[in-house]
């Protein structure tokens, strides 16, 4: 049995514990910012605010501490939002000297530095044997026990491996790539193609805009990715296709959530002060989605057209019609 650390108790890091914990493979200690979240598990074992309806194993503690969270640990599992990982990864740097792995499970880019979340953990917290999860997995399916597939990365085989042993079980398929550019960037970008799935949506579109989208969104993704260093057949794969057809179709999504209802009409703001803390990766990541595209002299018209929609008003069926009108190219 490992004794692993889970950063981050929101709904993702909550049934990746449950996963973690179930059958009592493993000994999980799971980190929370919330204080009403330690006092929801520790009293009823379920995660009321992030997470509700799903029982959490007895092997799960939950701790308002970072340093006795890690206590102990032999794999370190990350899954904060992106836009908190550097400070929790300066904070972690010596609790985490002494640890055998870490595995971030956070689809996003830091918009700052335009860094992976992986590249960010090596930087601040100075580890070296880090691997990065992703792939089509909502956190309530994963929870209650739906099969499920996804990919873990990392340079080192070894470490990836590792971790397909002690993550995978009966209802939890975890393949190994050493592809982590790929696997992080598919993770990353889809959010930003499903915030437009979601406004084709809100607009009362068909399935014709839904597939070109998702199609179009694919291809500018691995335009990217591969610019980036990535193997294009990592796109193609759980973490590319499959967690970007999963987002972008999913009612479970709260980045498509989120384009539904620009899609309406309704404003940012207003939408997020709906979610209740809920993160929706794709706002945060589609500048640094675009600052990435920059540095590497790649065109990323969808992701172009999102940060218009989100941060600039520009009316969805404006975005859309210039969409359309862009000059013809060849597919």
């Not at 370190?76 to 939002?81: N, S």
């Not at 970007?244 to 479970?252: E, F, M, S, Y």
């Amino acid at each position: 049995m490992s004794r692993i650390a889970v950063i981050g108790a929101g709904a993702w890091g909550t049934a990746l514990s449950i996963v973690l914990a179930r059958g009592g493979r493993h000994q999980v200690n799971m980190w929370a910012y919330e204080r009403e979240v330690c006092d929801s598990i520790q009293q009823t074992r379920i995660n009321e605010p992030f997470l509700p309806k799903f029982p959490i194993p007895e092997q799960v503690s939950v701790t308002n501490s970072l340093s006795a969270a890690l206590r102990s640990a032999e794999i370190v599992l990350t899954v904060m939002p992106s836009d908190h990982a550097r400070r929790l990864f300066q904070q972690m740097r010596d609790p985490l000297s002494g640890v055998n792995a870490l595995v971030s499970a956070t689809k996003g880019i830091e918009n700052e530095s335009d860094k992976r979340m992986t590249e960010i953990a090596v930087e601040v917290a100075g580890v070296s044997r880090v691997a990065a999860l992703s792939g089509p997995s909502f956190a309530k399916e994963v929870a209650r026990g739906d099969p499920t597939a996804v990919t873990v990365a990392s340079v080192d085989t070894e470490l990836a491996a590792l971790i397909q042993r002690e993550f995978s079980d009966p209802m939890f398929r975890v393949y190994t790539s050493d592809d982590v550019v790929g696997v992080e960037l598919g993770g990353a970008l889809k959010n930003v193609v499903a915030i437009a799935a979601g406004i084709v949506e809100g607009l009362g579109l068909g399935h014709n805009s839904a597939a070109a989208l998702i199609t179009r969104g694919l291809a500018e993704i691995t335009r990217l990715a591969v610019a980036c260093g990535a193997r294009r057949e990592t796109l193609s794969g759980l973490s590319g296709m499959g967690d970007l057809v999963l987002t972008c179709t999913g009612a479970l999504s709260r980045n498509r959530t989120v384009g539904v209802e620009l899609g309406r009409g309704r404003k940012l703001p207003e939408i997020m002060a709906g979610m209740h803390g809920m993160v929706a990766e794709g706002v945060h990541t589609t500048d640094a989605a675009l600052g990435l595209a920059r540095r590497h002299g790649i065109e990323m018209p969808i992701s172009q057209q999102v940060h218009f929609i989100l941060h600039e008003q520009k009316s969805p069926q404006d975005a859309i019609r210039e969409l359309m009108n862009r000059p013809g190219k060849e597919e």
